[in-house]
């Protein structure tokens, strides 16, 4: 059985691989999910069709992990995340908001993101079964330049 944080690092390595099947393989079939922007948790093949699109919004995304804490299997992960966004931007309700328009995608601006984050995720049996994702998202939609300066 795999510990906890072997978990979290798995998870981690199959995003900056870009790796939808691997991150697959990581979540229990039940798992919930919650990622800023969301209005409610959602299960893991939301999760993963956020993160496709992610790697096509920003193709070099990385999560780099700062520092991690684990009580029992649950474990905090501090994380950078990185990258250019040199793909479209696909605006959920907040991002529309935000704009003040109903358009289902912003064009790329080539700007990077260098956003603080951490995840939580608690493990059961080798699986996730459960992630929280905390980052700005006002702050990454200033940083690829759709709203502010």
């Given amino acids: 059985m795999s510990h906890p944080t072997d978990v979290t690092q798995r998870v981690i390595d199959a995003i900056n691989a870009h790796d939808l099947s691997a991150l697959r393989g990581l979540y229990a079939?039940?798992?919930?999910?919650?990622?800023?922007?969301?209005?409610?948790?959602?299960?893991?093949?939301?999760?993963?069709?956020?993160?496709?699109?992610?790697?096509?919004?920003?193709?070099?995304?990385?999560?780099?992990?700062l520092l991690s804490t684990t009580e029992g299997a649950r474990i905090v992960t501090e994380v950078r995340i990185t990258g250019t966004n040199t793909g479209p931007t696909v605006l959920g309700d907040f991002g529309k908001a935000l704009l003040g328009r109903d358009v289902e995608a912003v064009p790329p601006t080539g700007r990077p993101i260098d956003l603080p984050g951490a995840v939580v995720h608690e493990v059961s049996d080798g699986k996730v079964v459960a992630e929280r994702q905390y980052w700005g998202l006002l702050e990454f939609l200033v940083q690829i330049g759709v709203i502010g300066s």
């Fill in 29 to 65: 079939a039940d798992a919930r999910t919650r990622r800023p922007g969301w209005p409610q948790d959602a299960d893991a093949d939301y999760l993963l069709a956020s993160y496709e699109m992610d790697f096509a919004c920003v193709p070099d995304i990385r999560f780099e992990p």
